[in-house]
């Protein structure tokens, strides 16, 4: 396999918020989701010896080629985005062909092909039954349809990619529409001990172990698994063998990373809301000093406008007082010099009647006249 830089492999799988749209072997190797996804298709390898097969969302191409390598004839990939279709034509084999392609409208015929697979892509779009009505018409009259879903119930929320997790049972529904037979089929994700020669440890990358004996201690229920696989067709539906995929431990140390990371995670969030709490009091105590802080202002802003009526009626009185008492002024200035122009007058006519003869003739007549009446000389 082609190796790329990590970067450009992260870009293929299309990470959004640690989940990725797609598996990507050589950016997920040796963990579980690798025997996830490749074990569906090491299932689906013994119905497409001698077939014509569409790989529906095929990704990078691995899936591609463990059909080849069972034998399929042909095997045409199609995904929606061109970089991953560029990348798998980079690595393709005789035999395969890719194309970039929608789910929801197939560029091929009516029944061109004897067997599809859909892993892991129903689920990432949001007209399912478009999707599985476009399988369905690509199919030959008696071809197969292999699929799978996450089984809503157990699956683990939260991916960014997924619109529409199956539940076993809608699954069923949905396919028996449209096919005459149905079969469902569980994929679990279990731990396994296993015991081999020296050949068999230093084999891998896919390698079939030979004459090993499964056995398992936990039984399951139906419906508990974490992927619903589902066979459908018009004709009879054939039974592939079980498959087992064995993958290191490494995941077993993942998950204990993550369990620590989480609980440290836990801590810190506890913490945080211990802050916050103590945050919340603080601001709480802050929000009612500030409330008490208000009234006081709003209760001092009241007196000042309270004192600034009294100060404004105050002026207005003085005003008034001060306009009286000009007007009081203007009044006895005229009267003064009313009282001045008359005292004028009368000093005038005074002096004007002294200048006269007949005053000066009657002086002596005055002057007896004011004795009897004993009244005193007008002129001195």
């Known amino acids: 396999m082609t190796t790329r830089p990590e970067a450009n492999l992260a870009r293929l799988a299309d990470i959004v918020d640690g989940h990725a749209e797609r598996f990507v072997p050589g950016l997920m190797e040796g963990r579980l989701i690798d025997a996830e996804h490749r074990g569906r298709y090491w299932w689906a390898a013994a119905l497409v010896p001698n077939k014509r097969v569409l790989d ?19 095997v045409v990939g199609v995904d929606r985005a061109m970089h991953v279709i560029e990348a798998a034509r980079q690595e393709a084999l005789r035999g395969a062909v890719f194309e970039v392609a929608d789910l929801l409208q197939l560029p091929f015929p009516e029944q061109a092909f004897d067997v599809a697979v859909c892993f892991e892509a129903i689920e990432h ?3 399912t039954d478009v999707a599985i009505d476009e399988l369905a018409r690509v199919l030959s009259r008696d071809g197969v349809l292999a699929i799978s879903s996450p089984n809503r119930s157990v699956y683990i929320e939260g991916n960014p990619h997924h619109r529409h997790e199956y539940v076993p049972r809608e699954l069923e529904t949905a396919l028996r529409t449209r096919f005459d037979n149905v079969r469902l089929v569980r994929q679990h994700d279990w731990l396994a001990a296993a015991i081999f020669e020296d050949a ?65 995670a836990q801590q810190q969030v506890t913490e945080l809301l211990r802050e916050g709490e103590e945050r919340h009091r603080l601001i709480a105590n802050l929000e009612s000093e500030a409330r008490r802080a208000q009234a006081l202002t709003n209760d001092a802003h009241e007196r000042m406008r309270q004192l600034e009526m009294v100060v404004v009626a105050e002026q207005e009185a003085r005003a008034r007082v001060e306009a009286t008492a000009h007007e009081r002024i203007q009044q006895l200035d005229i009267g003064i010099a009313a009282e001045q122009a008359a005292r004028v007058r009368a000093e005038a006519a005074l002096q004007a009647i002294m200048r006269t003869k007949t005053f000066r003739y009657t002086r002596g007549l005055r002057a007896v006249y004011g004795r009897l009446l004993r009244l005193p000389r007008l002129d001195g």
Request: glycine share 10%; net charge negative.
């Open 200 to 264: 068999c440890f230093e084999a891998g990358d896919g390698a079939a172990v030979e004459r090993a004996e499964a056995r398992k201690i936990m039984p399951a229920k139906v419906g508990v698994e974490t992927y619903t696989l589902a066979l459908a067709s018009n004709g009879p539906l054939p039974m592939p063998p079980p498959v087992v995929v064995l993958t290191q431990d490494v995941e077993i140390r993942h998950l204990l990373e993550q369990s620590t990371a989480a609980e440290q």
């Open 56 to 74: 529906a969302a095929c990704g990078t191409g691995y899936g591609t080629k463990i059909l080849l390598n069972a034998g399929a004839r042909e």
């Open 125 to 127: 779009v949001n007209a």
